[in-house]
């Protein structure tokens, strides 16, 4: 592990995220901590309805008007961003932290050539290259994200482009300005599967060669276990586990963690049946009082339902919120 | 003599794309579906993969006679249908249903749940007005929900109540047939468990054929006893699902199997596939996978493959099915399961 | 209170003003708005609130009855413009080929033609009276319709519960019937609303060019044309109805963008 006296690269505290106030008041993220270090990969996996997108916008500065971050810190390499003014966080995003989606076409203008739209991203940051510089940068970082004949493809259009091949632009755009962290919200989603492995490999070796950090946001295990060093599986709003991919896949603790590893048909196993989780994710308005995962797990019992557990340590880092862990014993 | 309950022979569709802003003609042509030919019987599961553009959602619509095809002959069972008409198709709609995959987009929004259940049996005449009423809740409670969620509308419902819903309607009127198109795919990885399960006990429990249709290699081995792999309009392999899995005879197949990322921690060897997908407007000549295939010869660029048999059902459609180099089929059994399967077990006991 | 009830709320107020003033003319009235009378364009005063026209008419109880003619006029021809622009909208937007392409020349050679500029025509070539007017009216106005509802059909069904419903087994008058006229009657309603403002403002500036109702009726548009002659005299002439006017096509406006 990295020296404990160097600060972390990101260190989230407490953060909240609200929308509404007063009794209609929800939290979409409720008191999330997360830390990410120099170089490391750190998988956040959820459902619809977990926060893990909130949580990913809240980091950039790009909260909804509707919300707000109603406590918390994130500091970047020591600086807090949670207060500060849209201007500054402005120069911090796409400097110093970069972001990309699932569906790349809707991030890329369809009247210009992806030529000109990352030349943009280079100027925004660099106002002295000329316009041949910039357009050899360009044609580098398409180089960089392994698209063949990037001499070629620079003066496409983004129809022109096949999905895998506009996720790799988005990829390089976000790294024109040599980020130190890459926020990547479920970048593999909407490809193929044949595509996916290719660009999670992409994703790794370009982290292998710049040293950036990475936040991995999806809501599928198989992808995590391919790219994250570190994971946080998230549910309602909450941190429910977190550790590192070893401790979540060889030794989850949480119930649900457990849930959704079990849900999930395998190629290597041949269940009659799988095992599932009952009822759904409880609306962000509707919150069970307790433990918030009660009413759907297995091994819960009444003082699950009387108070919100806190994560604990399991060894090392690997922390998870669950009163009934290590589960030995079936509840009754 | 037996019939197969759906058989499409040499079944061929193709689409017009209109270039860009110039309409008219001058548009190239899609073929979404070329020349394929399946089977599919009673009581049985057979999955259909295949990454997007490949023509499954298509084969889906065909065998239901919801798109018409170009060339081919559709029969079931045992009854040819390719040239029924909508008018004369629709009696035999009650045995054949379809479950999709968006359920929010297939729910007719100013409808209650109630009335879209009860449509089919409307639609077909079946029963009369209480005696629907009663099949409506009876269907409520088999798909797991409740009969007062009779009178609301589906805008009100999670995602995967909402499939429950769709289930439930195409389950109204008994048919034979599903062609279930991504039914999970839009769910979340929790709710995929709950619906897999319950169309697998559906299916035991009615003796329904599922035509299944995913991108999802995991969900379809699971579920399926037969699988066809499709890529760019053709079946590239066929065969019974273990079959498959064990001893893949398409390196496409190979290249899918590879891609499926397992939730185990164990990162992947090897990169599986190369390249990207071609367009479906511009399929390579010969072989349409030759451009990403590790073992394309001279004989892959000049011949397009046919599919061959290679027992038990099997059929590859590459030229070198019989001489791939063997792969270590995925360890179906580890020596010691980890403490989180322990654990998984003792919460599926505190389950049941 | 949001915008969109702020406006229907002012909407239905403009219209059941208006309305309430049309249906108690009688009693809101001592006079008769036809009577000529020897107070020949007297200003505003407490016996005449709007004063007297040139042939000593009350303005305000001529404005009062222009509501009853607006108000027959206005749905009237909203009722015509349903009756042939809805079925053939729902035609063309759910057949394919000839039929479409045949229905929608038809609406595009409407609509080259300036609405307007038709119905005088037509109106200078069939003569002037209610019956006339409100089929003007309709004639004029129809293609609009049935390209709005011809584009509400052709976009719900390319909706995914429409190939449900074919795979269900629906004969395709249940998917119009059931599936695709509930999604789409909002709208109509809205434009139907928005039908009925534009044929009372039509019928005005027919009537203020001339072509409207012949006289004596209490046609808004012609008296604000007869008052711009004395308009110094007594501006009520003009205005009164003018405002008239321009309250109820406002409140059928209003209502018709509310509804969703």
């Known amino acids: 592990m990295t020296d404990p006296k160097t600060p972390p690269l990101l260190q989230v505290e407490d953060l909240r995220v609200s929308f509404g106030a007063g009794a209609h008041e929800t939290r979409a993220v409720d008191g999330i901590g997360l830390t990410v270090e120099r170089g490391r990969t750190h998988g956040i996996v959820g459902e619809s309805g977990s926060g893990k997108s909130m949580l990913s916008l809240a980091i950039m500065g790009l909260v909804p008007d509707s919300g707000r971050i109603a406590s918390g810190r994130i500091r970047l390499g020591g600086r807090d961003l949670a207060g500060l003014p849209y201007r500054e966080m402005q120069a911090i995003r796409g400097k110093r932290i970069a972001m990309i989606f699932q569906e790349p076409m809707t991030s890329l203008n369809p009247l210009y050539t992806i030529g000109r739209q990352l030349s943009e991203a280079i100027r925004a940051h660099d106002r002295r290259a000329s316009a041949r510089e910039i357009r050899n940068r360009a044609i580098e970082l398409l180089r960089r994200v392994r698209i063949p004949s990037p001499e070629r493809r620079v003066d496409d259009y983004p129809h022109q482009m096949s999905g895998g091949m506009r996720q790799r632009v988005m990829i390089a755009m976000a790294l024109s300005c040599g980020p130190e962290l890459l926020i990547a919200d479920e970048p593999t989603t909407a490809l193929d599967v044949t595509v996916q492995v290719q660009i999670l490999d992409l994703l790794r070796e370009l982290q292998d060669e710049t040293g950036m950090a990475m936040i991995f946001i999806t809501h599928d295990l198989g992808v995590v276990a391919a790219v994250a060093d570190e994971v946080s599986v998230m549910y309602a709003g909450r941190v429910v586990e977190t550790g590192t991919a070893r401790n979540i896949f060889e030794d989850a603790q949480h119930p649900y963690t457990l849930g959704l590893l079990g849900s999930r048909p395998r190629l290597d196993r041949n269940l009659h049946r799988l095992p599932t989780i009952e009822g759904a994710v409880p609306p962000p308005f509707d919150l069970p009082p307790g433990c918030r995962f009660e009413p759907r797990c297995a091994f819960a019992t009444p003082d699950c339902a009387a108070a919100c557990p806190g994560l604990r340590p399991f060894g090392g880092n690997h922390l998870a919120a669950c009163f009934r862990a290590p589960v030995k014993e079936i509840a009754r | 003599m037996s019939h197969h309950l759906l058989e499409l022979e040499n079944v061929t569709r193709q689409f017009q794309v209109s270039a860009g802003l110039s309409r008219g003609r001058g548009g190239a042509v899609v073929r979404a579906v070329d020349n394929v030919s399946l089977t599919l019987e009673k009581g049985e599961t057979l999955g259909l993969v295949g990454e997007s553009g490949c023509g499954k959602s298509t084969l889906a619509r065909l065998a239901l006679k919801l798109l018409d095809p170009d060339a081919g002959t559709i029969r079931y069972n045992g009854q040819d249908i390719t040239d029924r008409s909508r008018s004369t198709m629709r009696p035999l709609r009650r045995r054949m249903q379809m479950i999709f995959q968006d359920p929010s987009a297939s729910l007719n929004p100013r409808m209650t749940v109630g009335e879209l259940i009860e449509e089919p049996l409307i639609v077909h005449e079946i029963g009369n007005r209480a005696s629907r009423r009663a099949r409506v809740s009876e269907l409520l409670s088999l798909v797991g929900l409740s009969d007062y969620h009779a009178s609301r509308q589906p805008h009100q419902f999670s995602g995967g109540q909402r499939q429950r819903i769709g289930i439930a309607r195409a389950l109204a009127v008994n048919p034979e047939l599903i062609v279930c198109d991504e039914p999970v795919s839009a769910l979340d990885v929790s709710i995929q468990a709950q619906i897999v399960n319950l169309m697998q006990d559906l299916q035991t429990g009615l003796g329904l054929s599922y035509l299944f249709i995913a991108h999802d290699l995991a969900v379809v081995k699971h579920i399926a006893d037969r699988i066809a792999v499709m890529y760019l309009g053709k079946i590239m392999e066929i065969g019974p699902a273990d079959r498959l899995f064990e001893n893949p005879r398409h390196p496409y197949t190979r290249t899918l199997i590879a891609s499926v990322l397992s939730p185990d921690g164990k990162r992947r060897q090897a990169a599986p596939a190369t390249g990207d997908l071609p367009s479906p407007l511009a399929v390579p000549e010969g072989c349409r996978f030759h451009p990403r295939c590790p073992h394309a010869t001279d004989l892959c660029r000049r011949l397009d493959p046919a599919l061959q048999e290679l027992g038990e059902g099997h059929q590859s459609a590459c030229h070198h099915a019989a001489s791939l180099p063997t792969i270590a089929p995925p360890e179906a059994k580890r020596q010691q399961p980890t403490p989180a399967e322990r654990r998984m077990g003792l919460a599926i006991q505190a389950r049941s | ?260």
């Not at chain 3, 609509?111 to 004029?140: Q, T, W, Y």
């Open chain 3, 1 to 260: 209170m949001t915008a969109v009830t702020l406006r229907r709320i002012t909407g239905l107020t403009l219209i059941a003003f208006v309305a309430l003033a049309g249906i108690f003319a009688p009693w809101l009235s001592a006079f008769d708005p036809n009577a000529s009378g020897y107070d020949i364009l007297y200003p505003a005063s407490a016996e005449h609130p709007f004063g007297t026209d040139d042939l000593g008419r009350d303005v305000f109880t001529r404005v009062l009855y222009g509501a009853r003619i607006s108000l027959v006029i206005g749905p009237a021809a909203a009722l015509i413009v349903a009756l042939i622009g809805i079925p053939i909208g729902l035609v063309a937007g759910y057949a394919h080929g000839r039929a479409d392409q045949m229905i929608v020349q038809v609406i595009d050679l409407f609509i080259a033609i300036p609405a307007f500029v038709l119905a005088l025509i037509v109106m200078a070539m069939i003569g002037a009276s209610l019956p006339n007017l409100v089929f003007v009216l309709g004639l004029v106005m129809w293609p609009e319709m049935a390209r709005l509802v011809r584009g509400q059909v052709k976009s719900v069904r390319e909706r995914l519960y429409i190939e449900a419903a074919d795979a269900i087994g629906c004969s395709r008058t249940r998917i119009l019937a059931r599936h695709i006229w509930p999604n789409i009657m909002h709208t109509i309603a809205a434009q139907l609303a928005i039908t009925v403002s534009t044929a009372i403002f039509t019928a005005a500036s027919l009537g203020f060019l001339g072509l409207g109702l012949p006289p004596p009726a209490a046609d808004w548009g012609g008296m604000v044309q007869s008052g711009f002659d004395y308009l110094s005299l007594n501006p009520w002439l003009s205005i009164a109805p003018g405002c008239a006017v321009a309250m109820t096509v406002m409140g059928f406006y209003l209502l018709g963008r509310t509804i969703d």
